[in-house]
């Protein structure tokens, strides 16, 4: 999977840009972390490059391919998509909620084979003991949980996160995090997610893209390099201490400096 | 043991209980333990289809005993011999022929057309619109055909001529709240609320009409404009089912191959995008075919109302929300409660006959209502 972003400037209509000059390129597997302030373009990026907002021609291109001249049918065979939160009104059984993410790959019917990756999708998130019940009776981590299975099982080698370890406990936003790298390693999946979590992306990404004001990508690299104390308090505004964790960074947060 | 081992081992710096989960993920799946997991789906879905033969059977009976009652009275039995010898041409008693397939049939017919038809287009409507409180009017398709219906029966203004005076006319007229949501939605993007919305303020546009041509009508035409309100099968006749029967069969089949993309829009808009679904392509298709299934019923039965917003939620409480089930389960129930209710409104004061309309809100409202008590699971949001 190659991904290449060129110059991409997007707003929404009202003359304001949200994302300004984007560039970037992703051309091997791992596990790449979007982070960010609130309201710096993180969910609009991954929006704009996953075919949810119309970007101009000539700004996203996967495989060589420019983003629009790819259907949306095509596109589900490229990238899957974890939405943050859910929205399924009426209640569907957490299999059939599942099922769902393999709607490009399975036909009318249901087959052993769609249930059987479901049903290893739902061990791998822990939630087999969920299979039966309505989606609406589970909890906001749990609801996270399914939703992940659910990008998982589209069976693509691009998947691509909005939070994913939001609402999840302290347990599973680790256990989340080291199996999307673990899938980049072993199946050589692209994994690329917004996280809020500054620790954890520092210790499991192969690559960190840090966005700031004003919808500007402020710098891309290992975490090593990218995560600095000058870093944290320029885009987001708070005092710190990074220390060296096993060769990673640990940051030690301090107060916050400003408000904008 | 030992390659499994090495395997969990050789990952970057992840830990064996992941790296035993992924290595888990990537194997084909234990058959033992999948089929003890599923067996809880498995009987699901063959509730699913239990709940639709179900409903099947009771639309045979419902059916037989509605076709067998009457002045001429004819056994559950002699009806369907009598309608199998109309079939094979091997007509044994022609007054029984006559009264059975020409006379009775009919109404029928009529009854699961309608009912299915309203079922499914409920169904519909409410996924996408993403409103449990959607049905097939939710359209403005009700205020328009009365509109349409009150022109021709107060002042005999009508498009069409002779028996497709009222019919015709009311199909015309309650298309046009649809181009009006249509337009709207278009203007500003078809999100389900702008719909709604949209819907309801052209619902009352229409209603004001209504009420303004019927300052100017008297006493027969205002007592016919009612009963045509209310609800009846009394309109059936084999001729008039030619228009409805194409309209209302290509609707249903329609939705029901939609039902897969229906199941994605579930998971919201942007997500279906995701997953190959344009939704607002999806949600203008569905609004369309509802559109002209929900207007072809009305013109012929005038407004029955419940089957169409409660029979999905009836159905989804039995057998959930998977629309491939959804659907052709709402044919069934849809079907088989409105002959249900033509046949109590037949026989309950006879020979004196209860509009359909006012039978199925007896019997639909105090049922659903025990169903939304009775059911502690959450059905929707």
């Known amino acids: 999977m190659e991904l290449v972003v060129k110059d991409l400037d997007f707003g929404f209509g009202d003359g304001r840009n949200v994302l300004q000059s984007i560039s970037l390129s992703i051309d091997k597997p791992g596990l790449y972390c979007i982070i960010g302030p609130n309201g710096v373009g993180k969910s609009t990026l991954v929006r704009c490059i996953n075919k949810i907002y119309k970007v101009p021609d000539g700004k996203v291109f996967v495989n060589g391919k420019d983003i629009n001249e790819i259907s949306i049918k095509e596109n589900a065979g490229n990238m899957a998509y974890v939405p943050v939160g859910g929205d399924d009104l009426f209640a569907l059984t957490v299999v059939d909620t599942i099922l769902i993410g393999r709607h490009n790959q399975s036909g009318w019917k249901t087959s052993e084979e769609d249930l059987e990756t479901v049903y290893k999708s739902m061990k791998l998130m822990g939630i087999e003991e969920l299979g039966m019940k309505h989606y609406n009776e589970l909890s906001a981590g749990q609801h996270q949980k399914v939703a992940i299975a659910r990008g998982l099982v589209q069976g693509t080698d691009f998947i691509i996160l909005d939070e994913p370890t939001a609402n999840l406990d302290v347990r599973y936003q680790i256990y989340v995090t080291e199996l999307l790298k673990e899938l980049a390693v072993r199946s050589g999946m692209t994994v690329l997610m917004i996280s809020h979590d500054l620790n954890i992306t520092a210790r499991y990404a192969d690559e960190v893209i840090v966005m700031a004001r004003p919808g500007v990508i402020h710098s891309m690299g290992k975490p090593e390099d990218v995560i600095t104390e000058d870093m944290i308090r320029e885009v987001y505004g708070v005092d710190c201490d990074v220390i060296d964790a096993k060769g990673k960074p640990h940051i030690i947060l301090g107060p916050a400096l400003r408000i904008d | ?381």
């Open chain 2, 1 to 381: 043991m030992d390659a499994v081992l090495e395997e969990n081992q050789s990952t970057s710096g992840t830990s064996p209980l992941v790296a035993g989960q992924v290595s888990e993920w990537l194997k084909p799946v234990d058959k033992k333990e999948f089929d003890e997991s599923m067996s809880g789906f498995r009987r699901f879905v063959i509730r699913k289809y239990a709940f639709i033969g179900f409903c099947i059977l009771a639309c045979f009976v419902a059916a037989g005993l509605s076709i067998g009652f009457g002045t001429y009275s004819i056994s559950f039995w002699d009806t369907y011999v009598t309608i199998w010898n109309h079939i094979t041409g091997n007509i044994q008693d022609v007054i029984e022929d006559i009264v059975v397939v020409r006379d009775r049939l009919p109404r029928v017919c009529l009854a699961v057309l309608a009912g299915a038809g309203l079922a499914v287009a409920g169904a519909g409507m409410q996924s996408i619109l993403k409103n449990p409180l959607a049905e097939p009017y939710t359209t403005g398709v009700s205020s328009g055909a009365i509109f349409g219906a009150s022109l021709s029966i107060v002042f005999g203004f009508s498009l069409f001529g002779g028996d497709y005076a009222l019919i015709g006319n009311a199909f015309v007229f309650s298309l046009i709240p649809v181009a009006f949501i249509l337009m709207i939605s278009k203007m500003k993007n078809a999100s389900p609320t702008t719909m709604i919305m949209g819907g309801i303020a052209v619902m009352y546009i229409f209603n004001a009409m209504t009420t303004v041509i019927r300052l100017w009508s008297d006493p027969d035409s205002l007592s016919a404009l009612y009963a045509w309100e209310v609800g009846t099968l009394g309109y059936a006749k084999w001729d008039n089912l030619v228009l409805m029967l194409p309209i209302t069969v290509f609707g249903i089949l329609a939705i029901w191959a939609l039902s897969r993309q229906l199941n994605v829009l579930s998971t919201g808009d942007e997500n279906s995008r995701t997953l190959g679904v344009d939704a607002e392509r999806l949600r203008i298709i569905v609004l369309v075919v509802v559109a002209f299934m929900t207007a072809a019923i009305v013109s012929y039965v005038g407004l029955i109302g419940f089957v169409g917003l409660v029979a999905p939620h009836v159905v989804r409480m039995v057998i959930g929300a998977d629309n491939r089930f959804l659907i052709p389960a709402s044919i069934a129930f849809g079907a088989a409660v409105l002959l249900l209710a033509d046949l109590i409104g037949k026989t309950i004061i006879a020979p004196a006959t209860i509009q359909v309309g006012v039978i199925m809100a007896f019997l639909g409202g105090p049922m659903f209502i025990w169903l939304l008590v009775r059911k502690n699971t959450k059905v929707w949001g």
